[in-house]
Every structure is written in structure tokens, then in C-alpha cells.
């Protein structure tokens, strides 16, 4: 018994395996957020007018909302005048400059342990990255390489410079600034993240990933991502992230902005990592995102991918706006909450365009005393004659503490439309749980695998390699919650 | 003071002396914190998730006559007036209506009489009783109507409630009915709404229900102008169950909001719902069903369906249905669907000699006929297709089935 305690112990301590520190220089500007924060986070970045005018609009926008409390969740108080806005890592040298510039060991490391490798030659191949650690883009790697097909990949602040006209035309055209109280808030401040540019008629021939870590102390992180895929161009984009375990809630508000032309294909996929607090509920990421693609061509294709294991809270609805004739859009989802996590998640298709097509499979599993909910809309407007929906959401439920819980809403104005939703709630059944016992399986072993039989249907749409690492993070996200 | 509540608090600070006279004891304690509520809320916005369908100032805004007339229960068993009722209703009246809902409250403090059906323990009651609500009446009106019903240990009822309007006057009805059923009792109560265009009914119906006990309710909106019904379900005893079923036929301009909730505060309950809807023309739908699985409320069994069938393009549906659940071992589920008329079965019937009109007909019918026989009267269930037949023809007068003018 007391061995066993030891073991269980043990897992339990390794659970979050992302949850050190680096000890880096880093400039933190003061706490608070005004206008001058405003103006000097824009200043710092040597950003142009317009850009600077654009976070003003917001942020003045923003000062006249109030925080949204509609989620089924219990949110803490969030002080916006205790968070620093901006911390850059790379004080101490240039910052993300290309390929030329020098990154702190400290750095290097950092990433190599996250299992990250910033030097092309270690990297797996066909995978090109973006990290960011906080306000700031250390590195993108296999940008020559990619240059030469015409795609650009950087972050989104040497975007602003090398290609204004990109910026200009789609930031803000997809979640505008007024869409809701966090997409204001990061219109106003938003750091760094990434940008893509998929030409006409080019299929991106490795995958574009960006890393996100928060690293100091009292930030927030803000990035900003923007891709845009051209007609008949094909990309196919992930996203991972981390953060260090600390007593203290941390703020992430990301905007995220898929725009699809005719005949393109954007994939999206997320492993959501960041930490999701001790067992006591304590500290973990808040984290609260927008993210939409508008599908603006005819039969272009935008698939969000997710599997959502850390933060304390998550509160986001990767969406979709079919407005091209005939597109299609997916949405696969996994989210696990465990001890005192909550999680109210989903995504919204939005019909508008003629003969569109939407697929909806969510997968929530609860356990420990988490709280777990599905919210999701699908709108068929008066325009969108024939449009199909299909959605499904299950609930599984691992102890008799957590909460599972499903809002779909559905909004048709089209009689041609069809749309249909089911959702199913259950535990494990006993009788699965006996056939592996019996067959020499122990629980938490059975479980694990359950749990992953029942995810499948949504890790299979992950690229490779990230399947591998989603199969491992379910098993260790639920580890010692069973029995 | 909001502006679209003031004419109801005027008419309470002229006629509040006036009603209280007419009314007994039990209905007047409430009614000053129901004045107090009612001027704190306000008519919900669209804010309140329970309403956001439903634009209640706008119903409430005419400028209505207030009924105030006592009711007349003449020779029907088991029922009463509330100041004739042979139990004491104190434990119940008013206990367990939402005070919070602004609505509920208005109607406690508008009400004058209630009627009351009680039915004593191991009491079977042999035939199905039916009450009708006439509207009659020159004036736009406004009715305040309050039931109760009381079912005690291993008690049985059947229950049919009709709603008609005789007159083209402008109604409004609102409506709360609170029901205990005890242990073991078995309830079936239906409500059938065939009024006109211009009525509107806001109907909040709170139901308890204690251990074993078995309860089947079901709703009918065949004709109606604005309609908003509230179901709130609470399973207060292990192995009770419930079945909330309700169908809805619209056209024209029709707005029909149905709003459930099913609480599941005791474990080894079940509980099936299932609502269907046919919208035509500009008529708009709505259904909102919450089922709520307490923590400890292990085994629960609970399945919700919402299906419905848009027959223009320029008809909406709203369809939410939710599952909040906190405990591990149940099994829920809820589907919902919206769509058309299968062109192959169209075809189908075409090819065989039906003309198109007929077909559509037909297959409308078949699609309800799934909510009228879940009904175990075929008494009823006869009377019933009868008139959702007519009213898919369009043939259905206001006074179909009155004796009153005849």
C-alpha cells in the first residue's frame, strides 16, 4: 500500500512536465494598461501609425465593456491593471531577425527541453516553427526554405514591417476589434504570433507550427495570428503551448484569423497545454481565445482540430463563417479537464453561403472535480439553401465530482437546411472496465486506453506527430483520477 | 420603474383593494412581496437566457382589461375554488412557483381565485376530467389564471386542459400551474391551445414530484398568435419519471417558445422528453430544453428529442437543447434535428397516385402522429388527430369542438 502511495505520488509530481521556469533576462514593463501602455508597447515594436490607431480604436473600445460572466464557468476576478503587457525575453539581444540573429543559449535550451529544437538541423523534418516566448518571436526556422515557394512565415511584427500592405488588408477582417470583451483587449495590446501567407496555387509543403510559451512572472500573453491562404493553396498549421506552474492565474487572450480563398484548404490544429493549476485549483491559465476563419471562397475548406488538456479555464469557440458557395468546414475537438479545471467549449458554424457544409465532433471527458461544457451554434441563415450540419457531442464522465454538460443552440432560417445534433453522456461501463481487468489489464491502464478508443476519432486528424503527443498528454492528464 | 411595466402597477394600486376583497386569505399573503419582485425585475429582456426568444414587453405592452371575476366550478369532482378547497392549501399555493420569474409574480399578485384539484391518497379517478378555459369578450383582455393541483399518495388523475377563444378580441392569458404528485401517483395531464392570431399565453406549469411516482405531460399548440410555455420538472423522489412530450403547428405569423427544464435532484429517475414542431409560412419556433442532473443523483436515465420540419424557407427555428450534469453513473442523451419534407418520400407517394398537396399532408401528419401516441386515451388520441388533420388543412375554426353559440 505504502509502495503504491509512493508511485501514485510520484506520477502525480510529474504530471505537468512543462512547469519550469527559465531564467533569462527579460524586460517586463510596468503592470497596468493605459493608452501610454498602449502607446509604448506599440513604440517598442517600431510599429507604423495605422497600427497604432487600430489599438487605440480598441482599446478605447474596450474601456467601455465589462468583462462577459455568461460562461458556465467560475471565473476569478482578473485585475487588468495587475498584469504586465509586455515582457521580452530577448532584451539582451535582437530578437527574432531571421535566420542571422543570435539567441541566447538560455533560449535555445529552453525550447530543445519543450522538445522544440530551434536549429533546423535538429528539427523533425517537414515541420517549420515559430516560437514565442511571451510578448516576443524568438525564432522561425525554414523561412528561406520556404520563401523560395513563396509562402511567407514570420511573426506577425516583422509582418507588419516587411509586408504592411498584407497586415493591413486582413488584420481585423475576420474577428473584428468590437467582436467581444478579450478580442478588444487583445486588439489594443496583442504582442507577437504568427503570420502566413499561402500564395495562389501552392500547396505549403511542410507543416507551419508556432510554439507559445509564457514564461515570466505577472504577463499575460497576447499574441496574434493571422493566416491566409490563397486560392487553390493548401497549408496545414499547429499550434502548441506551455506554461510554467505558478500559485498565480495567468492571462492568455489570443486572436487567431483564418481567412480562405476559392478552392484553398487551411488545417488547424491545437495541443492546448498550458498548466492547468495544482490539484488545489491553484494558479494554471486562463485561457481565453478567439478564433475564427471566414471561408470567403467557393469550396474552400477550413478544419479546427483541437485537443485541449491544460489551463485552468478554457473559454474559446474556434468558429467558422462559410460564406463561399459550396464550402466546407470541421470541427474536431478533445477536451480533458481534471482536479478543479473548467472548460466551456465548442465552436460556431455560421451558413451563409449556398450548399455549405459543416461537421461538428466533440469529445469531453471529465474527472477529478473539473467542469466540462460543450456550447456551441450552428446558424443557417436565410441565404444558405442546402446547407448540411451534422454534430455529435459525448460526454464521458470519470468520478462522481466533475460535471459534463452540453448547450448546443441552433438557429435555422433556410427550410432546404438540414441540421442535425446529438449528444450522449456516460461513464466508463463496468463491463469494459471487467474485460481488461480480466484479461489482466489493471484500471488505470484500461481506462487510458478506453479514453484514447473513445478520442480517436479526433487524434486521427492530427498530423503524426502531434497524434503521438495528444495520446500521451490524455493519459497523462488523467493519471491518478481513477478509483 | 420601467415604462412597460407601469400599467400594471398602476391597475394593482387602484384595483389591489378590489382584488383582495374578491380573493381569499392564502392568495393575498404573497401578493405584496409578488408587487415588490414584479417592480424590482421588470418584464424580462432578452438578456435573461430563459427568455431570449421571447420578447415579453412587446406581449404585455397593449393596454389590456384586467379580469377579475371570480371562477364557477360547478359539479366537477375533485375540483374547487381555492376558498372551497377541502384541504388546506397554504403548503402548497404559491410554494413552489419560481417568485423570482416575473411573470409568476404578476400573476400572484393579479390572480383572484385559483382552482384547485385535489385528489386523496389511493383514489383513482375514473374519468379523465377536462377543463376549458373559454376567452369571450368584446375588450382586449388579460387573464390571470392560477391551478393547482394536488395529487396525494398513489393517487390517479388524467387531466385535460383546452384553451379556446371564442371572441376576435385581443387576449392575453397568463397562467401558472403548480402540481405535487406524491408517492407513487400517477398523473397525465394535457393541455390543447386552439385559440386565434391575436392571443398570446404565457404559461409557467412547476411540477414536484415524490418517489415512484409517474407523470406524463404533453402539450398541443394547434392555433395560437404569440405562445410561451414554461415546464419546470422537479424529481424529488427516487424512481419517479416523468415524460414531457409536447407538438407544435404554426403558420402565419405564429410564435411558439417552449421552455423546459428537467431537475433530476434524486438519483434512479427517468425522464424523456420529446417536442416536435411544424413551421410554415413566417411562424417562428422555438425549444429550449435543460435537463439537470443533480450531484448524487446517480442512475439516471434521460433522453430529450427535438425534431422539426420547416415547410418555408422564410420559417425559423430556435433549438437548444442542454445536459448540465454533475454526477458519473447516468446515461443521457439529446438529439435535435431541423429539416424539410424528404423529396423522396414525396416522390414516393406521388409515383403512387398522391397528389403533391395530399402527400405533404400526410407526411406532416405521420411526423406528429409520433407525440399524439405516446397518449394512452383513445378517446383522446382519436379527437386529437382529428384536429391537427383539420388544422394541416387549414380548416380548423375557432370553434371547432364548442358547444357554447351552439
Known amino acids: 500500500m505504502e509502495e503504491k502511495n509512493v508511485f501514485v505520488r510520484e506520477v502525480a509530481e510529474k504530471k505537468y512536465q512543462y512547469g519550469f521556469t527559465t531564467d533569462v533576462q527579460t524586460e517586463v514593463i510596468d503592470k497596468g494598461l493605459s493608452e501610454d501602455v498602449v502607446r509604448l508597447i506599440s513604440e517598442k515594436k517600431g510599429e507604423p501609425q495605422w497600427l497604432l490607431e487600430f489599438r487605440l480604436k480598441a482599446f478605447r473600445y474596450w474601456q467601455t465593456l465589462e468583462a462577459p460572466t455568461w460562461g458556465h464557468l467560475k471565473m476569478p476576478e482578473i485585475d487588468y491593471q495587475d498584469i504586465s503587457y509586455y515582457a521580452n525575453p530577448t532584451a539582451g539581444n535582437s530578437g527574432n531577425s531571421g535566420n542571422s540573429g543570435e539567441i541566447d543559449p538560455e533560449l535555445m535550451k529552453t525550447f530543445d527541453k519543450l522538445g522544440i529544437p530551434l536549429e533546423e538541423r535538429l528539427a523533425l523534418s517537414g515541420t517549420a516553427v515559430d516560437a514565442v516566448m511571451d510578448s516576443v518571436s524568438v525564432k522561425t526556422t525554414f523561412r528561406e526554405k520556404l520563401k523560395e515557394k513563396g509562402i511567407i512565415f514570420c511573426s506577425i511584427s516583422e509582418a507588419v514591417k516587411e509586408h504592411p500592405e498584407l497586415v493591413r488588408e486582413y488584420l481585423g477582417s475576420v474577428v473584428p476589434y468590437k467582436d467581444n470583451f478579450f478580442a478588444a483587449l487583445n486588439s489594443a495590446v496583442f504582442s507577437d504570433g504568427s503570420f502566413v501567407y499561402i500564395p495562389k496555387g501552392v500547396r505549403c509543403p511542410m507543416e507551419l507550427s508556432t510554439y507559445f510559451r509564457i514564461n515570466a512572472r505577472g504577463t499575460g500573453q497576447f499574441e496574434r495570428t493571422l493566416i491566409v491562404c490563397d486560392d487553390d493553396a493548401y497549408v496545414s498549421y499547429l499550434e502548441g503551448c506551455t506554461a510554467p506552474m505558478r500559485d498565480e492565474n495567468q492571462l492568455h487572450a489570443a486572436i487567431v484569423e483564418i481567412v480562405v480563398k476559392e478552392n484553398a484548404e487551411v488545417k488547424y490544429s491545437t495541443v492546448q497545454n498550458w498548466y492547468p493549476g495544482d490539484a488545489e485549483g491553484k494558479g494554471g491559465v486562463l485561457n481565453l481565445v478567439t478564433k475564427r476563419g471566414h471561408l470567403r471562397g467557393r469550396n474552400s475548406r477550413l478544419s479546427w482540430t483541437q485537443v485541449e488538456t491544460g489551463s485552468a479555464i478554457t473559454w474559446k469557440y474556434p468558429s467558422c463563417v462559410l460564406s463561399g458557395e459550396g464550402s466546407q468546414a470541421e470541427f474536431y475537438s478533445v477536451a480533458v479537464t481534471n482536479n478543479y479545471q473548467q472548460a466551456d467549449t465548442g465552436t460556431k458554424m455560421i451558413h451563409i453561403g449556398k450548399n455549405t457544409k459543416s461537421t461538428i465532433i466533440s469529445k469531453g471527458i471529465s474527472a477529478g472535480k473539473s467542469q466540462n461544457a460543450y456550447r456551441g451554434l450552428v446558424k443557417v441563415a436565410k441565404t444558405a439553401d442546402n446547407a448540411r450540419n451534422y454534430s455529435s457531442c459525448d460526454s464521458l464522465l470519470l468520478g462522481s465530482k466533475c460535471g459534463a454538460h452540453t448547450f448546443p443552440y441552433m438557429d435555422v432560417h433556410n427550410n432546404t437546411a438540414v441540421v442535425e445534433h446529438e449528444a450522449t453522456t456516460s461513464k466508463i461501463s463496468e463491463d469494459q472496465l471487467f474485460y481488461c481487468n480480466q484479461r489482466g489489464i489493471n484500471t488505470e491502464e484500461a481506462v487510458s486506453l478506453i479514453v484514447n478508443g473513445y478520442a480517436k476519432e479526433v487524434i486521427n486528424k492530427l498530423p503524426m506527430e502531434f497524434a503521438v503527443e495528444a495520446q500521451k498528454l490524455l493519459g497523462v492528464s488523467l493519471e491518478g483520477s481513477v478509483g | ?406
Open chain 2, 1 to 406: 420603474m420601467a415604462e412597460d411595466i407601469r400599467q400594471y402597477i398602476d391597475f394593482y394600486a387602484q384595483a389591489g383593494k378590489l382584488i383582495c376583497e374578491r380573493s381569499c386569505e392564502v392568495m393575498n399573503a404573497p401578493r405584496a412581496e409578488a408587487l415588490r419582485t414584479f417592480s424590482a425585475l421588470g418584464f424580462p429582456t432578452k438578456k435573461v437566457e430563459r427568455y431570449k426568444y421571447t420578447d415579453v414587453a412587446e406581449d404585455f405592452a397593449p393596454n389590456y382589461g384586467i379580469a377579475l371575476t371570480p371562477l364557477q366550478v360547478k359539479g366537477l369532482p375533485y375540483c374547487h375554488r381555492i376558498s372551497e378547497a377541502p384541504i388546506d392549501v397554504t403548503p402548497y399555493y404559491n410554494k413552489q412557483a419560481d417568485n423570482q420569474d416575473a411573470l409568476v409574480a404578476l400573476n400572484t399578485m393579479l390572480s383572484v381565485d385559483a382552482l384547485v384539484i385535489y385528489v386523496p391518497r389511493n383514489t383513482k379517478v375514473e374519468h379523465p376530467i377536462q377543463i376549458s378555459n373559454i376567452l369571450k369578450g368584446e375588450q382586449d383582455t388579460m387573464v390571470n389564471r392560477r391551478i393547482l393541483i394536488v395529487l396525494e399518495q398513489c393517487a390517479e388523475a388524467d387531466i385535460v386542459i383546452t384553451d379556446k377563444a371564442v371572441d376576435q378580441s385581443r387576449f392575453l392569458t397568463n397562467q401558472v400551474i403548480e402540481v405535487f404528485a406524491g408517492d407513487g401517483s400517477h398523473l397525465n395531464l394535457y393541455e390543447v391551445e386552439e385559440t386565434h392570431l391575436l392571443c398570446t399565453r404565457y404559461s409557467s406549469v412547476f411540477i414536484q414530484q415524490g418517489r415512484d411516482s409517474h407523470l406524463h405531460h404533453t402539450s398541443f399548440t394547434l392555433f395560437n398568435g404569440h405562445t410561451r410555455n414554461r415546464m419546470d420538472v422537479s424529481l424529488k423522489g427516487e424512481g419517479s419519471e416523468v415524460i414531457l412530450n409536447g407538438c407544435v403547428i404554426a403558420d402565419k405569423t405564429q410564435h411558439v417558445d417552449n421552455n423546459t427544464l428537467i431537475d433530476h435532484q434524486v438519483g434512479n429517475c427517468q425522464s424523456n422528453e420529446l417536442y416536435k414542431y411544424v413551421l410554415d409560412d413566417s411562424s417562428i419556433g422555438a425549444f429550449a430544453g435543460r435537463i439537470l442532473v443533480r450531484e448524487g443523483a446517480q442512475k439516471t436515465i434521460s433522453n430529450e428529442t427535438n425534431a422539426n420540419l420547416c415547410a418555408t424557407s422564410s420559417a425559423r427555428m430556435y433549438t437548444q437543447p442542454m445536459l448540465e450534469i454533475y454526477a458519473d453513473d447516468v446515461k443521457c442523451s439529446h438529439g435535435s434535428t431541423v429539416g424539410q419534407i424528404s423529396d423522396e418520400a414525396l416522390f414516393y407517394m406521388r409515383q403512387r397516385g398522391i397528389p403533391e398537396k395530399e402527400a405533404r399532408l400526410l407526411l406532416k401528419s405521420a411526423f406528429i402522429t409520433e407525440v399524439i401516441e405516446t397518449i394512452p386515451f383513445e378517446a383522446l388520441r382519436d379527437r386529437l388527430h382529428y384536429l391537427v388533420d383539420k388544422r394541416l388543412r387549414g380548416e380548423l375554426s375557432k370553434c371547432e369542438g364548442c358547444k357554447l353559440c351552439k
